[in-house]
């Protein structure tokens, strides 16, 4: 009972993102290469045919926007070829958190759209089967197709993959802020990918870099390995640098103050989880209140409830 505890609360306070078909939770990144046989498909307009024709769309050819529309409605994807021209513009590290934050609110539209059923398209393939699944209503290659088109977005899945979300690959994010002037875009990607290893949820996100994850749905917290202390001193000393980015890094706070007051197994010793938290408490990142939380987790560290598990590197804990 005590062990289902733990799965029951790590199932409610993390929600993990996972690839469709894969063992893997990870978000996939971007591999698919263009080629001239497959130009048409992926959407993108070259230069021998940058004439646009009244109705259609500048980041995508007939073709594709005929499977966009399978999926979104019109006016979502005329946002989006708005987003994608913008995102061709950006020139500073300012307008890359603009267009940064453009691509998040279109993205989280365009996965409501998939996991609502909101084309005709979609409202037919739920029709099929009491059980809608909006990963399976798209074929392999109409998903490929756009997620090239809409690069660095990407369609992934999460919840076990039963629902769909979309992402932004950091590998294509970093490329465009290498691009541009100013490093606060450089310096809240490599915060990000600190947090996120592989990609930036949109509905949902990772558990964190605080936790080894050992199944599906779960883990245990690395509290003592450091790894939280470095991260509150990136964050901070980018908040003295730089005014953007607030809303991102007000929610890498809370799911490190989550991270925190998560209790149950950790992977090192006592003595090392304890050691970090001594540390946190005294640096000059949480409010007093935050503060009082973490506190009383570290007073219960000291004197864990026996189902508590520690040294889990060893493989002698059990999870889920």
């Known amino acids: 009972m ?42 993108i307009i070259t230069d021998s045919d940058t004439t646009v024709k009244p109705g259609t769309y500048k980041s995508f050819d007939a073709e594709l926007a005929d499977i966009m529309h399978k999926y979104f409605k019109p006016e979502l994807v005329r946002e989006l070829d708005d987003h994608l021209l913008e995102f061709n513009e950006v020139k500073t590290d300012k307008d890359f958190e603009a267009s940064f934050d453009s691509g998040i609110s279109i993205g989280k539209a365009m996965a409501n759209s998939l ?12 029709s099929k089967s009491e059980y809608y699944d909006p990963v399976g209503a798209m ?32 590998e294509g994010l970093q490329e465009l802020a290498d691009a541009t002037t100013g490093e606060m875009d450089d310096e809240f990607i490599e915060i990000a990918q600190s947090i996120d290893k592989y990609s930036f949820g949109f509905l949902y996100k990772g558990m964190g870099s605080w936790i ?27 908040e003295a640098k730089y005014d953007g980015f607030e809303k991102h890094i007000a ?6 103050l989550e991270g ?6 950790f992977w090192l010793s006592k003595e090392e989880v304890i050691d970090e938290y ?27 409830p026996d189902y508590w598990q520690f040294d889990c590197q060893t493989g002698d804990c059990q999870f889920g």
């Open 2 to 43: 005590d062990n289902l505890k733990i799965g029951v609360f790590i199932c409610c306070c993390y929600l993990l993102s996972c690839q469709s078909g894969s063992a893997e939770n990870d978000l996939p990144t971007h591999e698919i290469e263009p080629t001239q046989s497959d130009d048409t498909l992926s959407g």
């Open 115 to 126: 996991n609502n059923a909101e084309t005709e398209y979609l409202q037919k393939e739920k």
């Open 139 to 170: 074929p392999d290659n109409e998903k490929a197709a756009m997620d090239k088109a809409i690069s660095p977005i990407f369609i992934s899945c999460a919840v076990e993959c039963s629902e769909v979300d979309l992402a932004y690959n950091f």
């Open 212 to 238: 080894e994850q050992t199944w599906d749905l779960g883990g245990a917290s690395r509290l003592g390995n450091g790894e939280m202390i470095n991260l509150i001193e990136k964050i901070s000393g980018f």
């Open 251 to 256: 929610d890498y706070r809370k799911r490190m």
């Open 260 to 265: 925190l007051l998560y209790t149950g197994s």
């Open 278 to 304: 001594r540390q946190i408490m005294q640096m000059d990142f949480f409010s007093t209140e935050q503060l009082k939380q973490i506190e009383e987790t570290l007073e219960k560290l000291q004197n864990p």
